[in-house]
T-cell receptor
Framework: EPEVTQTPSHQVTQMGQEVILRCVPISNHLYFYWYRQILGQKVEFLVSFYNNEISEKSEIFDDQFSVERPDGSNFTLKIRSTKLEDSAMYFC????????????FGPGTRLTVT | RKEVEQDPGPFNVPEGATVAFNCTYSNSASQSFFWYRQDCRKEPKLLMSVYSSGNEDGRFTAQLNRASQYISLLIRDSKLSDSATYLCVVNRGSGSARQLTFGSGTQLTVLP
C-alpha cells in the first residue's frame, strides 16, 4: 500500500537555526499539506500546496515558514529561524484531486527546539 | 464555540462492547467529514469518510446530520486493537476545501 514518508523522524535544533523537514507524498497525489501537533494538543493545519504553489495557509504559517517541491517526489517545509514554540510533531499529508479530498498522513517529524 | 467539538473521554469499554462517539462542528459551510484514529505519538490514520446518507465499514458506522451539524461514529464488537484516540475532522468549507480542522479527539481504551 502506498504511503507518505518523512525524514528525519526526529530533529533537534537550537533556537534561531533553520530546519528543513522532508516528505515524499504518495506518487499519484496532487495535493500536499503540512500540519503540526504540539504535544498534548490537537492537529493544526499549516499549509496546502498544489501545482507548485501554496493554495491555502493558516495564521500559523507566517513568514518564517516556506514550502517547496524541489523535484518530482519531495515536498519540504523550511522553518527559517526556529523558536522554542515551534517544538511539535510535523505531519506531511497528501491527497488526490477528487472530493472528499481524503488526506493520508506520514509518520511525522518530531522537532525539538532547545 | 470550538470549530470541532468532541467529548474527550476517556471511554473504557470491555472487549465486544459497542461504543459511540459524537462530534459537533460549527462551520455550516463544511462539506467533507472524516473520522481518523491516532495511536499515541503516531500520525492520524484515516478511518472513514462520512457521507450524508451514513456509511458503514465493517464494524464501524458513521452518521452525519447536517441540520444539527453533528457527526457520530459507532464501533460494534470492539477489539483490543481499537484502543486509540478517535479524531473528528471536517474541512473548512468551499473556500478552504482542503484545510482540515481536527477535534481534540476522544480516547478509547478497550479492556480485555
Amino acid at each position: 500500500e502506498p504511503e507518505v514518508t518523512q525524514t528525519p523522524s526526529h530533529q533537534v535544533t537550537q533556537m534561531g537555526q533553520e530546519v528543513i523537514l522532508r516528505c515524499v507524498p504518495i506518487s499519484n497525489h496532487l495535493y500536499f499539506y503540512w500540519y503540526r501537533q504540539i504535544l498534548g494538543q490537537k492537529v493544526e493545519f499549516l499549509v496546502s500546496f498544489y501545482n507548485n504553489e501554496i493554495s491555502e495557509k493558516s495564521e500559523i504559517f507566517d513568514d518564517q515558514f516556506s514550502v517547496e517541491r524541489p523535484d518530482g517526489s519531495n515536498f519540504t517545509l523550511k522553518i527559517r529561524s526556529t523558536k522554542l514554540e515551534d517544538s511539535a510533531m510535523y505531519f506531511c499529508a497528501s491527497s488526490e484531486a477528487l472530493v472528499p479530498y481524503e488526506q493520508y498522513f506520514g509518520p511525522g517529524t518530531r522537532l525539538t527546539v532547545t | 464555540r470550538k470549530e470541532v467539538e468532541q467529548d474527550p473521554g476517556p471511554f473504557n469499554v470491555p472487549e465486544g462492547a459497542t461504543v459511540a462517539f459524537n462530534c459537533t462542528y460549527s462551520n455550516s459551510a463544511s462539506q467533507s467529514f472524516f473520522w481518523y484514529r491516532q495511536d499515541c505519538r503516531k500520525e492520524p490514520k484515516l478511518l472513514m469518510s462520512v457521507y450524508s446518507s451514513g456509511n458503514e465499514d465493517g464494524r464501524f458506522t458513521a452518521q452525519l446530520n447536517r441540520a444539527s451539524q453533528y457527526i457520530s461514529l459507532l464501533i460494534r464488537d470492539s477489539k483490543l486493537s481499537d484502543s486509540a484516540t478517535y479524531l473528528c475532522v471536517v474541512n473548512r468549507g468551499s473556500g478552504s476545501a482542503r484545510q482540515l480542522t481536527f477535534g481534540s479527539g476522544t480516547q478509547l481504551t478497550v479492556l480485555p
